[in-house]
């Protein structure tokens, strides 16, 4: 057979800084970040509705930190997009994005500066991939779960068909900041929820990660920001470190990070994103735990351990829209949109250990409808 | 300050065979594109009008292969979609693809397998890429120009905001399959067409390749496909290699295959895309090669015989589109465009030999349009 091959690597950097006020005119993070000769290059910021709602100064503040690091490229135009789910599930903001960078000649070497939870880092991070073949995207992630997950990470995505992430790129971030002072105005449930991520990434990497939230348990409900900064950074870099040493594309069938993700990324879709992502993923870590235990693969105490911790910081664990009838309940069909959303063979995660995950090819159905009802009782006595 | 830095390389790989009748039931090509386990995948295809029209039985060709060949996976549903530049200046045919993905639940190890011409392919590319966050798309490009160049390189694109190629990302196929059969039916213009990628990347890196294909002229007319297959070849070989030694995605200023291009995007756009994309490139390539004359990087013979072989092989070296009247004429403006899509610096690509580029950072308005009226006398001897 006659053929010629082709072959090379592409090789990615980007810094996740962390910082407390970077729009402080004399905080030079952000002036670090974006590089050197800033000076020439164009600044497209797009920032999720609820941020500036709960920071009436941001926009302002950027301006006036523009002023004072000489980051002359600023577009005057800020971009305030509407936060939460919503955005993903049109080309609306995407289309504003691509506008600006029409009509201010944002090249690929300018950059598009996104300050938001993940959904509107997950938007913008696909209209900067795809203006010009990717113009470089820095992001600031406002949410926990943005600051110790997605923020951090190389996807981008956009919902299509009434699936979560049907649209999307690889693409990393050319950096990413957080700054802790967007946590202070979370409301509880989004402090909340971003601490399932932690718990999901301890749980299959990190044993003694998960035994200090344990312990730091209370000083999170009581809205300690050292603690919670610490849990942040111990997630990112297991985050990181998980991207770095695996299949960062994701070319293979795998994606061990994702464990209790596959029955969350169904709930969101069933409740309309009334139930946010962290939300979803602590009901899918403790079913799948649970099916884990009755499955025997981890010790029935170890589990309820795990959902005795999620209950203890305010998760539910079960919604009415999970409930396993059958086979052909709404959630099992999320097995088979997971799988297609990944290619190639089903791949779950489970736990073998707190501490420890392992990868199964085949969910039975009535184990997991069993651990199911398991937590439903969990519930009714919670 | 206070960081985690991340690092990673991703490699790509991808084969370009070269084959003739790739639906032959007997020809094992595509079967060994398509790689291992390929019986369990889905196959989505998706067909340039033009070249059903020209091959009227490569829809029943298709299923007879797979069924020949137990590609048990193929989507019955063969999407058809018009050729040429007009199926990038809208989302619809992008849209049937992702539709068709949706649909059949073709999943990332399955494939989207794209035959046609450079726009068809760049399109299907961008469908494959968005989906899933990238499904493997397997091209089969059916003009001289697509097999020589666009491809088998790593871009896909679309246009918008009336500008070429605004939206688009960096993806490698996952395998090329050059079927010379193709060719025979191209019309003249688009046997031609394809011709100057041949001439540009000799032009910049290959002197003797230059040379053979001055020899070689009078055959390329006469369509003798022996002769056309030789410099599909050694021009696919020269841009694979620069692909894979240079910058593949493209994160720096300079894009030096991109040799006659900025005025040939420009050029299209203002004649609609009725001057085909390797027509508007010989003009290009025709522009800057006199450019470099009369800056005095080139001796006039050797810019007057780059012009003789462009007129010898039937290509027109100048365009009423083109005429530059002062520093604000269109083609002008292509120069501020082009730098806008690369990014950075303006960088444009001259000679300085015959086989030698050279990149420099400034035009001169006044060469420039001294070089266009050069090329005007030579038409109108010509």
């Known amino acids: 057979m006659d053929f010629v091959e082709q072959h090379f690597t592409v090789s990615y950097q980007y810094k996740t800084f962390f910082t ?33 709602q709960a920071h009436p100064q941001i926009v302002a503040g950027i301006h006036d930190y523009a002023s004072a690091n000489q980051l002359n490229g600023l577009v005057p135009d800020i ?50 991939t795809i203006a010009h073949r990717g113009i470089r995207h820095l992001r600031l992630p406002t949410t926990v779960l943005s600051q110790n997950d997605s923020g951090i990470g190389v996807k981008n995505s956009l919902n299509y ?77 297991l985050h990181l470190k998980h991207i770095a040493g695996g299949d960062p594309f994701e070319m293979g069938s795998s994606r061990p990070l994702d464990f209790g993700h596959w029955s969350a990324h169904k709930l969101e879709q069933l409740t309309n994103f009334e139930v946010l992502h962290g939300e979803a993923v602590a009901m899918g870590i403790a079913l799948d735990t649970m099916y884990s235990a009755l499955d025997g693969r981890i010790d029935r105490s170890d589990a309820d351990r795990v959902i005795n911790l ?38 779950i995660m489970l736990l073998d250990a707190i501490g420890r995950g392992v990868e199964v090819h085949a969910i039975d159905a009535t184990i997991l409808q069993n651990a199911y009802r398991t937590l439903e009782q969990k519930t009714a006595l919670a």
């Not at 005119?25 to 609820?50: C, M, R, Y």
């Not at 090249?107 to 993940?118: K, L, M, P, Y």
Request: proline fraction near 4%; hydrophobic fraction near 45%.
């Open 79 to 128: 971009i305030v997009v509407p936060g939460g789910e919503q955005v993903k599930n049109s080309m609306e903001s995407v289309d504003r994005i691509l506008q600006a960078v029409n009509r201010y000649g944002v090249d690929r070497h300018s950059f598009i500066v996104a300050i938001g939870g993940g959904a509107v880092l997950d938007m913008a991070g696909y209209a900067s």
């Open 161 to 237: 068909f009434d699936k979560k992430n049907f649209l999307g790129t690889f693409s990393p971030p050319f950096a990413v900041i957080n700054d802790a002072r967007f946590l202070e105005t979370l409301d509880d449930r989004n402090w909340r929820a971003g601490i399932a991520e932690a718990i999901k990434v301890a749980l299959i990497k990190d044993r003694d990660f998960f035994y200090w939230i344990e312990r730091v348990a209370s000083s999170l409900n009581a809205r300690e920001p050292e603690v919670m900064n610490e849990l942040i950074r111990r997630c990112a870099v």
């Open 310 to 347: 999620l209950i203890k910081l305010g998760f539910a664990i079960t919604h009415p829209s999970m409930a396993i009838e059958n086979a052909d309940s709404p959630l099992v069909a999320g097995l088979q949109e997971f799988r297609e959303h990944l290619g190639g063979r089903l791949t």
């Open 20 to 52: 407390v006020n970077v729009f402080d005119p004399s905080n030079k993070t952000l002036k670090t970040a974006l590089g050197e000769s800033i000076q020439e290059k164009k600044l497209l910021f797009v920032v999720d509705n609820g941020v500036a």
